[in-house]
């Protein structure tokens, strides 16, 4: 298998989640939207991927990418022209003269340029452009899927270049969308990105305004799935790795994510191909060491980087006092968090807790009350250039 560290796994680089794909179906088999839960690099995109490149018979998959989208029209002009562009509307077309039709209509309708992108003849609302489209989408058509991917990065985004009002209008104006009378039971929407969404929707309006979505939750591989998925990666170098140390890789890793794994599947190569030597306890523990080095900066700054543009001012510098504070000292309890709060002058904790959690970076530990990172990797990159 190869190691796609750091891209969308595609091919035989993906590792197969079955058990995760037949939810997201049986979902939509009930013709409801969704949101896909998940922390960041957890494997979202790839699934996403693989449905859109390999979909059961009579599914129609569009990904698209919102990350960069600073507006309401914008948002919506990338929808469409990506779903014109789309293999998934391409087919459709085929299935229906009268389709493709309407479709070369609407195309006469802005102004194809280098016959990639689309651009407008002056103003035009792609909202509309959206509902006429997909008004002649027909239920025997087959289900049309639109996978939009950093939905929630989109909403801060509308936040921060513009206001709270107009990001309320946004998030209403998606779930007018999916309650249009030429949406409802034909055209479906799956939502996700490395943002938790529900905390950010409060920031700007009531649950209630997606409270029609399904929330489906993409969780870790199990420990037979991570175990499985990283002796492929190995495989893939000619390098085999006996069963007590393959455990004891992953009782170091806890949380068994892709990305993680393909970390620790490189450093394991790097440390066998130098030492020439089976894979031991000892040759584990130098990987581990070896994945914060400074060469991984790539991989790890995102993690940290992005809490800037989510948290502002005082937020910002509490979190990341909370951070390096659990790097540190391995947990941190409720009134530690509230001292922090009170010296950060912040007032809605939980709101910050609640987008921790889902992120990825903390989870809450029932039985001691406490806080902890969810990847010790995670834990030790800040411990060791955070926290100096």
């Avoid at 197969?16 to 896909?36: F, G, M």
């Avoid at 509307?89 to 689309?118: C, H, P, Q, T, W």
């Avoid at 790097?270 to 060469?295: I, N, P, S, T, W």
Wanted: charged share 30%; glycine share 4%.
């Amino acid at each position: 298998m190869k190691n796609s560290l750091g891209n969308p796994a595609r091919g035989d680089a993906f590792y197969p989640r079955d058990r995760e794909i037949k939810k997201l179906y049986r979902v939509l088999n009930s013709d409801a939207s969704i949101y896909l839960s998940a922390p960041r690099r957890v494997g979202k995109t790839s699934i996403l991927k693989y449905m859109e490149e390999f979909p059961q018979p009579n599914y129609y998959f569009v990904y698209v990418i919102t990350e960069s989208v600073e507006s309401d029209n914008e948002f919506f002009k990338v929808v469409f022209e990506t779903l014109l562009n789309s293999k998934a509307i391409n087919n459709l077309s085929k299935l229906s003269a009268g389709f493709r039709d309407v479709l070369y209509g609407i195309m006469d309708k802005v102004k194809k340029v280098y016959n990639v992108e689309l651009r407008e003849r002056g103003e035009t609302d792609y909202y509309d452009l959206l509902i006429e489209l997909f008004s002649h989408v027909k239920n025997d058509l087959g289900h049309l899927v639109i996978q939009i991917d950093e939905f929630p990065q989109t909403i801060q985004n509308i936040l921060n270049s513009a206001n709270k009002e107009i990001a309320e209008r946004f998030i209403q104006k998606n779930r007018a969308l999916r309650h249009h009378p030429d949406v409802t039971g034909k055209i479906q929407f799956i939502y996700t990105g490395s943002l938790s969404l529900y905390p950010m929707v409060e920031q700007v309006t009531q649950l209630t305004a997606v409270n029609d979505l399904r929330t489906v939750e993409l969780g870790a591989l199990t420990e037979v799935e991570a175990g499985d998925f990283l002796q492929k990666l190995l495989e893939g170098e000619d390098l085999a790795i006996d069963k007590d140390v393959l455990k004891y890789v992953l009782d170091k890793m806890k949380w068994h994510i892709p990305f993680h794994l393909q970390l620790i599947a490189q450093e394991l190569i790097e440390v066998y191909e130098v030492e020439g030597q089976e894979l031991d306890a000892k040759a584990v523990d130098r990987a581990f060491e070896q994945v914060v080095h400074v060469r991984n900066r790539a991989q790890f700054e995102p993690y940290f980087a992005r809490l800037n543009s989510i948290f502002k001012a005082e937020e910002y510098q509490f979190v990341i006092d909370i951070l390096k504070h659990v790097a540190l000292y391995d947990q941190v309890e409720e009134d530690v968090m509230i001292d922090f709060s009170v010296k950060h002058n912040i007032k809605d904790i939980q709101r910050i807790k609640n987008m921790l959690e889902g992120d990825g970076y903390l989870f809450y530990s029932i039985e001691d009350s406490v806080y902890r990172y969810t990847s010790p990797i995670l834990q030790l990159w800040c411990r060791r250039h955070m926290c100096r």
